[in-house]
């Protein structure tokens, strides 16, 4: 089993910045690829970034150059540092956990970006 935890989202203007936190517990040591995906309003989820145990990463192309997905394994916490944000970037976003049998979701941030 593992919970997720995400915390970071809030309401910020077009052009501002905000970083995501999604915090692990349980059996993390079995996390292979940890990842954030959204969901925008009457849209499908769609992935926005990845990470692997390795440090490999992959972005979305409305993404990449804006969103920078990190990890720090010591503390089980994968992040997603968001700059130059703009309206369409408004979802709730939400932390996913890669295992190998299974995966484990987050409850899911909001995240508003305002014109």
């Known amino acids: 089993q593992v919970q997720l935890v995400e915390s970071g989202g809030g309401l910020v203007q077009a052009g501002g910045s905000l970083r995501l936190s999604c915090a692990a517990s349980?059996?993390?040591?079995?996390?292979?690829?940890m990842g954030w995906y959204r969901q925008g309003p009457g849209k499908q989820r769609e992935l926005v970034a990845t990470?692997?145990?390795?440090?490999?990463?992959n972005y979305a192309d409305s993404v990449k150059g804006r969103f920078t997905i990190s990890r720090d394994n010591a503390k089980n916490t994968v992040y997603l540092r968001m700059n130059n944000l703009k309206p369409e970037d408004t979802a709730v976003y939400y932390c996913?956990?890669?295992?190998?049998?299974?995966?484990?979701w987050g409850q899911g941030t909001q995240v508003t970006v305002s014109s």
């Open positions: 996913k956990a890669a295992l190998i049998l299974r995966d484990y």
């Open positions: 349980g059996s993390t040591f079995s996390i292979n690829v």
């Open positions: 990470i692997s145990s390795y440090g490999s990463t």
